[in-house]
């Protein structure tokens, strides 16, 4: 039914987590294939929820690709802004925050964001310091 779309999955596991059902959620996460960065970003959030470790999820969510990757939902937020708190050293959270915030028009923020990310990982946002002079 969900036809291994990582955001059918990433909506239904919102619905489970909106009445508190934690472990629902990250089961519903854990049946799709995809290695989708905001999935495991969900996951270690419903986890960490639980009072359970998420060092390894969000190592997964590290390292996934960010190409495609374009989180724009207020939960999102709630979300990444836990991981940067948990794991202030993943340079993609920070970026995606940075990107999120920038859709928001909460410019500062987003660049603040951006700021974090490439100094964890220069070259990450190359596209926005060729682009937007001054930026970062």
Known sequence: ?????????????????????????????????????????YKAYYLG?????????????????????FPNKLEDILVLEYVVREKC?????????GNLYYDKMQYDTAIGYWERSAELKPGLCNYLEESVPGVL
């Open 1 to 41: 039914l969900a036809r291994n779309f990582h955001e059918n999955y990433l909506m239904t596991a919102r619905d489970y987590a909106e009445f508190g059902a934690y472990e629902e959620a990250g089961a519903v996460l854990s049946q799709c294939d995809e290695a989708w960065p905001m999935l495991f970003y």
């Open 49 to 69: 929820k639980m009072g359970k470790d998420t060092s390894y999820t969000l190592l997964q969510a590290s390292q996934c690709s960010t190409d495609y990757c």
């Open 89 to 97: 050293e993943d340079a993609n959270a920070y970026y995606y925050l």
